[in-house]
Protein backbone atom coordinates (compact mmCIF):
# COMPACT_ATOMS: atom_id res chain seq x y z
CA UNK A 1 0.00 0.00 0.00
CA UNK A 2 0.92 3.84 -0.59
CA UNK A 3 0.17 6.86 1.49
CA UNK A 4 -0.28 9.80 0.06
CA UNK A 5 1.85 12.82 1.96
CA UNK A 6 1.51 15.34 -0.58
CA UNK A 7 -1.19 16.85 -2.66
CA UNK A 8 -1.38 16.99 -6.51
CA UNK A 9 -0.63 20.75 -5.79
CA UNK A 10 2.70 20.50 -3.63
CA UNK A 11 4.22 17.64 -6.25
CA UNK A 12 3.63 20.02 -9.00
CA UNK A 13 5.09 22.50 -7.51
CA UNK A 14 7.76 20.56 -6.13
CA UNK A 15 8.27 19.28 -10.01
CA UNK A 16 8.48 22.73 -10.89
CA UNK A 17 10.47 23.93 -8.98
CA UNK A 18 12.94 21.22 -9.21
CA UNK A 19 13.24 21.68 -13.10
CA UNK A 20 13.75 25.17 -12.90
CA UNK A 21 16.19 24.47 -9.98
CA UNK A 22 18.41 22.36 -12.30
CA UNK A 23 18.07 24.63 -15.11
CA UNK A 24 19.48 27.67 -12.79
CA UNK A 25 22.18 25.22 -11.52
CA UNK A 26 23.08 23.79 -15.29
CA UNK A 27 23.59 27.59 -16.67
CA UNK A 28 24.66 29.23 -13.57
CA UNK A 29 27.69 26.78 -12.68
CA UNK A 30 28.07 26.60 -16.43
CA UNK A 31 28.82 30.55 -16.66
CA UNK A 32 31.24 30.18 -13.18
CA UNK A 33 32.86 27.43 -15.19
CA UNK A 34 32.82 29.02 -18.80
CA UNK A 35 36.24 28.90 -19.18
CA UNK A 36 36.53 25.02 -18.53
CA UNK A 37 35.44 22.06 -20.73
CA UNK A 38 33.35 20.60 -18.09
CA UNK A 39 31.54 24.57 -17.84
CA UNK A 40 30.94 24.36 -21.44
CA UNK A 41 29.07 21.11 -21.96
CA UNK A 42 26.90 22.45 -19.14
CA UNK A 43 26.66 25.48 -21.76
CA UNK A 44 25.84 23.41 -24.84
CA UNK A 45 22.30 23.01 -24.37
CA UNK A 46 21.24 26.40 -23.54
CA UNK A 47 23.22 27.46 -26.98
CA UNK A 48 26.47 28.66 -24.77
CA UNK A 49 27.92 31.20 -22.73
CA UNK A 50 25.34 34.52 -23.75
CA UNK A 51 22.37 32.48 -24.60
CA UNK A 52 22.80 30.56 -21.08
CA UNK A 53 22.61 33.95 -19.72
CA UNK A 54 19.35 34.29 -21.16
CA UNK A 55 18.23 31.30 -19.78
CA UNK A 56 19.32 31.93 -16.21
CA UNK A 57 17.36 35.10 -16.35
CA UNK A 58 13.64 33.91 -17.48
CA UNK A 59 13.85 30.73 -15.52
CA UNK A 60 14.78 32.55 -12.69
CA UNK A 61 11.89 35.17 -12.95
CA UNK A 62 9.45 31.93 -13.55
CA UNK A 63 10.77 30.92 -10.03
CA UNK A 64 10.13 34.65 -8.28
CA UNK A 65 6.72 34.42 -9.84
CA UNK A 66 6.50 30.62 -8.74
CA UNK A 67 7.26 31.68 -5.10
CA UNK A 68 4.92 34.59 -5.36
CA UNK A 69 2.64 32.16 -6.02
CA UNK A 70 3.89 29.79 -3.28
CA UNK A 71 3.16 32.34 -0.83
CA UNK A 72 -0.63 32.87 -2.07
CA UNK A 73 -0.85 29.39 -1.20
CA UNK A 74 0.68 29.54 2.11
CA UNK A 75 -1.57 32.14 2.73
CA UNK A 76 -4.70 30.65 1.55
CA UNK A 77 -3.57 27.49 3.74
CA UNK A 78 -3.49 29.71 6.91
CA UNK A 79 -6.70 30.97 6.01
CA UNK A 80 -8.76 27.87 5.87
CA UNK A 81 -6.96 27.04 9.53
CA UNK A 82 -9.94 29.28 10.76
CA UNK A 83 -9.89 28.46 14.75
CA UNK A 84 -6.75 25.89 14.36
CA UNK A 85 -3.33 26.74 15.25
CA UNK A 86 -0.77 26.99 12.65
CA UNK A 87 1.87 25.41 15.23
CA UNK A 88 -0.26 22.85 14.88
CA UNK A 89 1.09 19.03 14.16
CA UNK A 90 0.63 19.82 10.22
CA UNK A 91 2.46 22.86 10.32
CA UNK A 92 5.99 23.02 8.60
CA UNK A 93 6.40 25.81 11.38
CA UNK A 94 9.74 24.24 13.23
CA UNK A 95 8.47 23.96 17.43
CA UNK A 96 10.67 23.26 20.43
CA UNK A 97 9.11 19.15 19.55
CA UNK A 98 11.66 19.37 16.65
CA UNK A 99 14.76 20.23 18.24
CA UNK A 100 13.83 17.31 20.93
CA UNK A 101 13.16 15.09 17.59
CA UNK A 102 16.39 15.51 16.45
CA UNK A 103 18.70 15.36 19.73
CA UNK A 104 16.57 11.70 20.18
CA UNK A 105 17.57 10.74 16.28
CA UNK A 106 21.07 11.92 17.14
CA UNK A 107 20.49 9.65 20.51
CA UNK A 108 19.78 6.65 17.96
CA UNK A 109 22.43 6.99 15.45
CA UNK A 110 24.65 6.60 18.22
CA UNK A 111 22.90 3.75 19.67
CA UNK A 112 21.32 5.08 22.77
CA UNK A 113 18.04 5.09 22.60
CA UNK A 114 15.08 4.03 20.61
CA UNK A 115 14.17 5.98 16.72
CA UNK A 116 11.56 8.44 17.88
CA UNK A 117 8.47 8.50 16.17
CA UNK A 118 8.57 11.29 13.99
CA UNK A 119 5.15 13.16 13.18
CA UNK A 120 3.65 14.36 9.60
CA UNK A 121 7.17 16.41 9.05
CA UNK A 122 10.53 15.42 10.22
CA UNK A 123 12.95 18.22 11.48
CA UNK A 124 15.02 17.74 8.24
CA UNK A 125 11.70 18.46 6.29
CA UNK A 126 11.64 21.46 7.57
CA UNK A 127 15.05 22.76 7.13
CA UNK A 128 15.30 21.50 3.84
CA UNK A 129 11.72 23.65 3.28
CA UNK A 130 13.01 26.76 5.53
CA UNK A 131 16.59 26.70 3.66
CA UNK A 132 14.57 26.67 -0.02
CA UNK A 133 12.43 29.44 1.25
CA UNK A 134 15.06 31.81 2.59
CA UNK A 135 17.38 31.14 -0.33
CA UNK A 136 14.60 32.04 -2.32
CA UNK A 137 14.72 35.17 -0.77
CA UNK A 138 18.42 35.74 -0.77
CA UNK A 139 19.11 34.13 -4.61
CA UNK A 140 15.90 35.63 -6.26
CA UNK A 141 16.70 39.16 -4.25
CA UNK A 142 20.35 39.24 -5.47
CA UNK A 143 19.66 37.77 -8.82
CA UNK A 144 16.67 40.52 -8.94
CA UNK A 145 19.22 43.03 -8.22
CA UNK A 146 21.99 42.13 -10.90
CA UNK A 147 19.54 41.03 -13.92
CA UNK A 148 19.95 44.82 -15.17
CA UNK A 149 23.54 46.28 -12.98
CA UNK A 150 22.43 49.55 -14.88
CA UNK A 151 19.03 49.74 -13.48
CA UNK A 152 20.60 48.51 -9.63
CA UNK A 153 23.57 50.74 -9.58
CA UNK A 154 20.79 53.67 -9.94
CA UNK A 155 19.46 52.63 -6.55
CA UNK A 156 22.28 51.34 -5.39
CA UNK A 157 26.10 52.51 -5.41
CA UNK A 158 27.74 50.15 -7.88
CA UNK A 159 30.04 48.47 -5.43
CA UNK A 160 27.24 46.79 -4.03
CA UNK A 161 27.07 44.65 -7.63
CA UNK A 162 30.12 43.09 -7.02
CA UNK A 163 28.78 42.55 -3.19
CA UNK A 164 25.63 40.82 -4.78
CA UNK A 165 27.49 38.56 -7.12
CA UNK A 166 29.54 37.47 -4.08
CA UNK A 167 26.18 36.49 -2.36
CA UNK A 168 24.38 35.32 -5.46
CA UNK A 169 27.44 32.64 -5.82
CA UNK A 170 28.50 31.24 -2.51
CA UNK A 171 24.27 31.18 -1.28
CA UNK A 172 23.90 29.11 -5.28
CA UNK A 173 26.71 27.24 -4.22
CA UNK A 174 25.30 26.40 -0.64
CA UNK A 175 21.87 25.43 -2.15
CA UNK A 176 23.00 22.89 -4.81
CA UNK A 177 25.56 21.36 -2.52
CA UNK A 178 22.83 20.73 -0.09
CA UNK A 179 20.32 19.38 -2.19
CA UNK A 180 22.25 17.12 -4.58
CA UNK A 181 24.27 15.70 -1.71
CA UNK A 182 21.85 15.41 1.18
CA UNK A 183 18.68 15.96 0.00
CA UNK A 184 19.19 13.15 -2.92
CA UNK A 185 21.02 11.54 0.15
CA UNK A 186 18.10 11.50 1.93
CA UNK A 187 15.45 10.84 -0.15
CA UNK A 188 17.58 8.31 -2.38
CA UNK A 189 20.26 6.69 -0.36
CA UNK A 190 19.54 5.81 2.99
CA UNK A 191 18.05 2.72 3.31
CA UNK A 192 14.72 3.04 4.56
CA UNK A 193 13.81 5.04 0.84
CA UNK A 194 16.15 3.42 -1.48
CA UNK A 195 16.33 3.80 -4.71
CA UNK A 196 14.27 6.45 -4.43
CA UNK A 197 11.27 8.13 -1.97
CA UNK A 198 8.59 8.55 -4.54
CA UNK A 199 5.89 10.53 -1.96
CA UNK A 200 7.14 13.40 -3.95
CA UNK A 201 6.28 11.52 -7.35
CA UNK A 202 3.72 9.02 -8.51
CA UNK A 203 2.30 6.43 -6.17
CA UNK A 204 3.13 8.45 -2.98
CA UNK A 205 4.84 6.78 0.08
CA UNK A 206 5.58 3.20 1.13
CA UNK A 207 3.02 2.99 4.03
CA UNK A 208 4.77 -0.05 5.89
CA UNK A 209 8.14 2.30 5.94
CA UNK A 210 6.13 5.20 6.83
CA UNK A 211 4.49 3.53 9.99
CA UNK A 212 8.08 2.59 11.16
CA UNK A 213 9.34 6.25 10.92
CA UNK A 214 6.61 8.32 11.01
CA UNK A 215 4.49 6.65 13.78
CA UNK A 216 3.45 9.83 15.14
CA UNK A 217 1.53 10.58 12.16
CA UNK A 218 0.48 7.16 11.19
CA UNK A 219 -1.55 7.00 14.33
CA UNK A 220 -2.57 10.52 14.99
CA UNK A 221 -4.31 9.50 11.39
CA UNK A 222 -5.77 6.44 12.25
CA UNK A 223 -6.96 7.85 15.20
CA UNK A 224 -8.82 10.39 13.43
CA UNK A 225 -9.93 7.95 10.82
CA UNK A 226 -8.08 10.06 8.04
CA UNK A 227 -5.72 6.89 7.00
CA UNK A 228 -7.79 4.78 4.82
CA UNK A 229 -8.71 7.81 2.50
CA UNK A 230 -5.35 8.59 2.23
CA UNK A 231 -3.75 5.55 1.03
CA UNK A 232 -4.19 3.50 -1.75
CA UNK A 233 -2.61 0.83 -4.44
CA UNK A 234 1.03 1.40 -6.26
CA UNK A 235 0.17 3.73 -9.52
CA UNK A 236 0.71 1.58 -12.78
CA UNK A 237 4.22 0.73 -14.38
CA UNK A 238 3.82 3.86 -16.80
CA UNK A 239 3.63 6.34 -13.82
CA UNK A 240 6.69 3.89 -12.14
CA UNK A 241 8.98 4.38 -14.66
CA UNK A 242 8.26 8.59 -15.15
CA UNK A 243 9.06 8.82 -11.51
CA UNK A 244 12.14 7.10 -11.58
CA UNK A 245 13.38 8.30 -14.77
CA UNK A 246 12.76 11.64 -13.20
CA UNK A 247 14.71 10.81 -10.33
CA UNK A 248 17.47 9.36 -11.22
CA UNK A 249 17.95 11.72 -14.10
CA UNK A 250 18.06 14.22 -11.31
CA UNK A 251 20.72 12.69 -9.53
CA UNK A 252 22.74 12.12 -12.40
CA UNK A 253 22.75 15.72 -13.12
CA UNK A 254 23.25 16.86 -9.49
CA UNK A 255 26.50 14.63 -9.38
CA UNK A 256 27.80 15.49 -12.27
CA UNK A 257 27.55 19.17 -11.15
CA UNK A 258 29.05 18.37 -7.86
CA UNK A 259 31.68 16.38 -8.85
CA UNK A 260 32.64 18.58 -12.06
CA UNK A 261 32.94 21.90 -9.77
CA UNK A 262 34.91 20.18 -7.50
CA UNK A 263 37.78 18.69 -10.02
CA UNK A 264 37.28 21.74 -11.90
CA UNK A 265 37.56 24.33 -8.82
CA UNK A 266 41.05 25.52 -9.54
CA UNK A 267 40.60 26.00 -13.32
CA UNK A 268 38.72 28.74 -13.08
CA UNK A 269 39.19 32.54 -12.40
CA UNK A 270 36.94 33.63 -9.91
CA UNK B 1 36.11 99.73 19.73
CA UNK B 2 36.46 100.36 15.64
CA UNK B 3 39.30 97.90 15.87
CA UNK B 4 37.17 95.34 17.44
CA UNK B 5 34.40 96.04 15.09
CA UNK B 6 36.73 95.48 12.05
CA UNK B 7 37.82 92.42 13.48
CA UNK B 8 34.57 91.30 13.65
CA UNK B 9 33.44 92.43 10.53
CA UNK B 10 36.75 90.47 8.90
CA UNK B 11 35.78 87.46 10.50
CA UNK B 12 32.24 87.22 9.80
CA UNK B 13 32.79 88.11 6.29
CA UNK B 14 34.87 84.60 6.06
CA UNK B 15 32.30 82.88 7.41
CA UNK B 16 29.10 84.05 5.94
CA UNK B 17 30.61 84.92 2.32
CA UNK B 18 30.78 81.95 0.17
CA UNK B 19 34.26 80.39 -1.27
CA UNK B 20 36.00 82.78 -3.67
CA UNK B 21 35.09 81.23 -7.27
CA UNK B 22 38.39 80.10 -7.79
CA UNK B 23 37.93 77.89 -4.86
CA UNK B 24 37.12 73.70 -6.37
CA UNK B 25 34.70 71.59 -5.61
CA UNK B 26 35.53 68.32 -4.02
CA UNK B 27 33.89 65.41 -3.00
CA UNK B 28 34.61 62.94 -0.58
CA UNK B 29 32.33 60.35 -2.30
CA UNK B 30 31.30 59.63 -5.43
CA UNK B 31 28.51 58.27 -4.88
CA UNK B 32 26.86 61.04 -2.56
CA UNK B 33 27.95 63.37 -5.29
CA UNK B 34 25.99 61.77 -8.19
CA UNK B 35 23.05 61.36 -5.61
CA UNK B 36 23.12 64.82 -5.22
CA UNK B 37 24.04 66.20 -8.49
CA UNK B 38 23.96 63.99 -11.47
CA UNK B 39 21.15 61.79 -10.43
CA UNK B 40 19.05 64.64 -10.86
CA UNK B 41 20.57 67.35 -13.41
CA UNK B 42 22.09 64.38 -16.02
CA UNK B 43 25.05 66.75 -16.70
CA UNK B 44 28.42 65.73 -15.68
CA UNK B 45 30.52 67.94 -17.00
CA UNK B 46 29.86 70.56 -14.56
CA UNK B 47 31.55 69.14 -12.22
CA UNK B 48 34.77 68.62 -13.58
CA UNK B 49 37.54 69.97 -11.93
CA UNK B 50 40.40 71.26 -13.79
CA UNK B 51 44.09 71.19 -13.02
CA UNK B 52 45.44 74.39 -11.03
CA UNK B 53 47.40 76.86 -13.34
CA UNK B 54 50.60 75.65 -12.28
CA UNK B 55 51.73 75.86 -15.89
CA UNK B 56 52.88 79.33 -15.23
CA UNK B 57 55.64 78.01 -12.69
CA UNK B 58 57.26 76.68 -15.44
CA UNK B 59 57.48 79.59 -17.74
CA UNK B 60 58.55 77.76 -21.53
CA UNK B 61 59.95 74.53 -20.08
CA UNK B 62 58.21 72.18 -22.29
CA UNK B 63 59.01 68.98 -20.44
CA UNK B 64 58.19 69.81 -16.86
CA UNK B 65 55.43 71.40 -17.55
CA UNK B 66 54.04 67.81 -18.61
CA UNK B 67 54.95 66.62 -15.63
CA UNK B 68 53.83 69.68 -13.27
CA UNK B 69 51.81 68.59 -10.25
CA UNK B 70 52.99 65.48 -10.49
CA UNK B 71 55.51 65.20 -7.84
CA UNK B 72 58.96 64.89 -8.87
CA UNK B 73 60.05 65.21 -12.74
CA UNK B 74 63.39 66.94 -12.67
CA UNK B 75 65.49 64.02 -13.33
CA UNK B 76 68.76 65.21 -11.67
CA UNK B 77 66.44 64.64 -8.16
CA UNK B 78 66.29 60.77 -8.58
CA UNK B 79 63.12 60.37 -7.18
CA UNK B 80 60.33 57.86 -8.67
CA UNK B 81 57.58 59.96 -9.95
CA UNK B 82 54.49 59.20 -8.64
CA UNK B 83 52.98 56.82 -11.52
CA UNK B 84 49.41 57.62 -9.67
CA UNK B 85 49.35 60.82 -11.32
CA UNK B 86 51.08 60.78 -14.44
CA UNK B 87 49.43 61.34 -18.09
CA UNK B 88 51.68 58.67 -19.26
CA UNK B 89 51.72 55.84 -16.39
CA UNK B 90 54.31 54.01 -18.02
CA UNK B 91 56.72 56.67 -18.86
CA UNK B 92 60.58 56.01 -18.53
CA UNK B 93 60.06 51.87 -17.94
CA UNK B 94 62.27 50.33 -19.92
CA UNK B 95 61.37 47.65 -22.69
CA UNK B 96 57.84 48.87 -21.94
CA UNK B 97 56.65 48.71 -25.67
CA UNK B 98 58.39 45.12 -26.09
CA UNK B 99 55.73 43.06 -23.47
CA UNK B 100 52.34 42.37 -22.86
CA UNK B 101 50.21 44.50 -20.07
CA UNK B 102 50.04 40.65 -18.52
CA UNK B 103 53.76 40.36 -18.00
CA UNK B 104 53.78 43.16 -15.71
CA UNK B 105 49.63 43.75 -13.97
CA UNK B 106 49.24 39.63 -13.84
CA UNK B 107 46.63 40.49 -11.34
CA UNK B 108 44.86 42.87 -13.30
CA UNK B 109 43.96 40.32 -15.90
CA UNK B 110 41.72 38.17 -13.47
CA UNK B 111 38.78 40.02 -14.34
CA UNK B 112 35.34 39.17 -15.53
CA UNK B 113 35.52 41.66 -18.19
CA UNK B 114 39.23 40.31 -19.66
CA UNK B 115 38.25 36.54 -18.66
CA UNK B 116 34.74 35.45 -19.65
CA UNK B 117 33.52 38.45 -21.99
CA UNK B 118 36.73 38.85 -23.59
CA UNK B 119 37.29 42.58 -23.92
CA UNK B 120 40.87 43.58 -23.76
CA UNK B 121 42.99 45.94 -21.58
CA UNK B 122 42.93 48.62 -24.13
CA UNK B 123 39.23 49.05 -24.81
CA UNK B 124 39.20 50.14 -21.59
CA UNK B 125 42.19 51.54 -20.79
CA UNK B 126 42.96 53.19 -24.45
CA UNK B 127 45.47 53.58 -26.83
CA UNK B 128 49.02 55.22 -25.82
CA UNK B 129 49.70 56.91 -23.54
CA UNK B 130 47.96 55.20 -20.45
CA UNK B 131 46.95 57.73 -17.98
CA UNK B 132 47.10 57.05 -14.38
CA UNK B 133 43.63 56.23 -13.53
CA UNK B 134 44.28 59.26 -11.49
CA UNK B 135 45.29 62.00 -13.81
CA UNK B 136 43.23 65.09 -14.41
CA UNK B 137 42.62 64.24 -17.89
CA UNK B 138 42.81 60.44 -17.75
CA UNK B 139 39.56 58.64 -19.00
CA UNK B 140 39.68 56.33 -15.63
CA UNK B 141 39.62 58.90 -13.60
CA UNK B 142 36.14 58.65 -11.28
CA UNK B 143 34.91 61.95 -12.58
CA UNK B 144 34.34 60.76 -16.28
CA UNK B 145 35.04 56.90 -16.29
CA UNK B 146 31.13 56.15 -16.71
CA UNK B 147 31.34 58.51 -19.59
CA UNK B 148 34.12 58.07 -21.32
CA UNK B 149 35.21 54.19 -20.97
CA UNK B 150 31.81 52.19 -19.50
CA UNK B 151 29.17 53.94 -21.90
CA UNK B 152 30.90 53.01 -24.90
CA UNK B 153 29.65 49.55 -24.10
CA UNK B 154 27.33 50.03 -21.55
CA UNK B 155 24.87 52.73 -22.90
CA UNK B 156 23.39 54.84 -20.71
CA UNK B 157 26.22 53.99 -17.53
CA UNK B 158 26.12 56.53 -14.56
CA UNK B 159 28.43 57.66 -12.21
CA UNK B 160 27.40 54.92 -9.72
CA UNK B 161 27.77 52.39 -12.38
CA UNK B 162 31.26 53.26 -12.72
CA UNK B 163 31.79 52.04 -9.10
CA UNK B 164 31.31 48.74 -9.60
CA UNK B 165 34.68 46.93 -9.06
CA UNK B 166 36.15 45.86 -12.58
CA UNK B 167 39.49 44.93 -11.00
CA UNK B 168 37.50 42.88 -8.01
CA UNK B 169 39.00 42.89 -5.03
CA UNK B 170 39.66 39.51 -3.84
CA UNK B 171 36.88 38.82 -1.48
CA UNK B 172 38.31 36.65 1.22
CA UNK B 173 41.46 39.02 1.86
CA UNK B 174 41.80 41.43 4.88
CA UNK B 175 42.98 44.06 2.06
CA UNK B 176 39.37 44.31 0.75
CA UNK B 177 38.08 45.66 4.29
CA UNK B 178 39.92 48.99 2.38
CA UNK B 179 38.54 49.17 -0.11
CA UNK B 180 34.92 47.70 -0.33
CA UNK B 181 34.14 46.68 3.60
CA UNK B 182 30.84 45.24 2.67
CA UNK B 183 32.29 42.88 -0.02
CA UNK B 184 34.54 41.52 2.79
CA UNK B 185 31.87 41.02 5.54
CA UNK B 186 29.30 39.64 3.00
CA UNK B 187 31.91 36.89 1.80
CA UNK B 188 32.82 35.47 5.24
CA UNK B 189 28.90 36.08 6.41
CA UNK B 190 27.74 34.01 3.11
CA UNK B 191 30.76 31.13 3.87
CA UNK B 192 29.95 30.86 7.32
CA UNK B 193 26.60 30.17 7.14
CA UNK B 194 27.45 27.27 4.58
CA UNK B 195 30.32 25.97 6.80
CA UNK B 196 27.81 26.08 9.90
CA UNK B 197 25.40 23.86 7.61
CA UNK B 198 27.19 21.14 6.22
CA UNK B 199 29.85 21.30 9.53
CA UNK B 200 26.24 19.97 10.62
CA UNK B 201 24.14 18.14 8.02
CA UNK B 202 26.99 15.96 6.61
CA UNK B 203 28.05 13.94 9.51
CA UNK B 204 24.81 14.11 10.63
CA UNK B 205 23.32 12.62 6.79
CA UNK B 206 26.23 9.97 7.07
CA UNK B 207 25.59 8.82 10.33
CA UNK B 208 21.80 8.47 9.37
CA UNK B 209 22.39 6.65 6.13
CA UNK B 210 25.24 3.89 8.60
CA UNK B 211 22.82 3.55 11.44
CA UNK B 212 19.93 2.54 8.89
CA UNK B 213 22.31 -0.18 7.42
CA UNK B 214 22.33 -1.54 10.53
CA UNK B 215 18.69 -1.16 11.64
CA UNK B 216 17.23 -3.29 9.39
CA UNK B 217 19.75 -5.99 10.06
CA UNK B 218 19.52 -5.93 13.47
CA UNK B 219 15.20 -5.89 12.92
CA UNK B 220 15.52 -8.94 10.66
CA UNK B 221 17.65 -10.87 12.97
CA UNK B 222 15.13 -10.42 15.44
CA UNK B 223 12.43 -11.84 12.86
Redesign the interface.
Known amino acids: MRLHRFTLFQRLFHLLLMVSFLVQATTGVGRMYAETNFGKVLLTPFGGFYNALVWHKLVGIFMLVLFGVHLIYIMIVALRLRERSIMGPDSIIPNRMDMRMMVNHLGWMVGRNKIPPFERWGYWEKFDYWAVFWGMVIIGGTGLFLYDPLISSAIMPGWTINVAFWIHRIEAILAMAHVFLIHFAIAHLRRHNFPMDRAMFAGGADLESAKEERAAWISRLEQEGRLNNLTSRDTSLPGLVVSYLIGFSAILLGLYVIIGGIVNFRYVTW | MRKKTLCLLVIAAVILLPDPSIGQEEVASR ?1 YHYRSTE ?1 STGIYEEYEVRPRGIHALFDGDKERQRDAGISRSDESESRAWNRLFLNDSHRGIAFYEYRRCVDCHPGNA ?1 N ?1 HT ?2 YGITCRQCHGGEPIASINHYFSRLNPIRQHTHVCSKC ?1 S ?3 A ?6 VH ?1 PN ?1 ARASTIDS ?1 P ?2 FY ?2 WI ?2 A ?2 VL ?2 AL ?2 P ?2 F ?7 F ?2 EKKQREE
Open positions: YMQRVRHGAKSFALYAEPIFLAFMVIATFFIHTMWIVREIHR
